[in-house]
Antibody
Framework: QAQLVQSGAEVKKPGASVKVSCKTS????????ISWVRQAPGQGPEWMGW????????NYAQKFQGRVTMTTDTSTRTAYMELRSLRSDDTAVYYC??????????????????WGQGTLVTVSS | DIQMTQSPSSLSASVGDRVTITCRAS??????LNWFQQKPGKAPNLLIS???TLQNGVPSRFSGSGSGTDFTLTVSSLQPEDFAIYYC?????????FGQGTRLEIK
């Protein structure tokens, strides 16, 4: 079955950047996209955006536009999410999730059925 | 963005009880409503999609219903492994959004 394994916890200072990786296995990488979701302590999950593994198309939530970049490396079956200009309220667990949207994003097709284990990003001075 | 509001925010129940969690959308979302279960330190796990479709491996004691703005998740007979946090999520429009969660605790 699908497995998504994320990189380890990070501690960053305000203003810095973080890049989280998500290595996949157990399914055809290019037959799915990847969504990124974060969850602040005690809060519900928050969708950050999606990337097509097939063609590199992205759809970022407006809240993160200009501050986030999502990429993939098909040779290693790995997805990446970089978030810049970190603030204290970016402290959260960041998840990657397999998304059935392949070429273009359609929310109605965004069924997140396999998730990584999460990466805790702590932003503190 | 569509706001998802769950009630109650927490619920105490006993093994064998029947419980219902409610989710309300700030506008009509047809039946584009999914339910997730999350246990401590774990990622959310998809239980139900499109309001009422159980995912593979999800016990039949879970069921979902609703349409438009009002939805429910029902567990017919609680088992010890069901105590967790439950989130609804709309997939009607971008950005997809989640409720704030309902914590189901053992009485």
């Amino acid at each position: 079955q699908a497995q998504l394994v994320q990189s380890g916890a990070e501690v960053k200072k305000p203003g810095a950047s973080v890049k989280v990786s998500c290595k996949t296995s157990g399914y055809i990488f290019s037959s799915y996209g990847i969504s990124w979701v974060r969850q602040a302590p005690g809060q519900g999950p928050e969708w950050m955006g999606w990337i097509s593994v097939h063609n590199g198309n992205t759809n970022y939530a407006q809240k993160f536009q200009g501050r986030v970049t999502m990429t993939t490396d098909t040779s290693t079956r790995t997805a990446y999410m970089e978030l810049r200009s970190l603030r204290s309220d970016d402290t959260a667990v960041y998840y990657c999730a397999r998304d059935p949207n392949v070429r273009n994003y359609d929310s109605s097709g965004s069924l997140l059925d396999s998730w990584g284990q999460g990466t805790l990003v702590t932003v503190s001075s | 963005d569509i706001q998802m509001t769950q009630s109650p925010s927490s619920l105490s129940a006993s093994v064998g009880d029947r419980v219902t969690i409610t989710c309300r959308a700030s506008q009509s979302i047809s039946t584009y409503l999914n339910w997730f279960q999350q246990k401590p330190g774990k990622a959310p796990n998809l239980l139900i999609s499109d309001t009422s479709t159980l995912q593979n491996g999800v016990p039949s004691r879970f069921s979902g219903s609703g349409s438009g703005t009002d939805f429910t998740l029902t567990v017919s007979s609680l088992q010890p492994e069901d105590f967790a946090i439950y989130y609804c999520q709309q997939s009607y429009s971008t950005p997809i959004t989640f409720g704030q969660g309902t914590r189901l605790e053992i009485k």
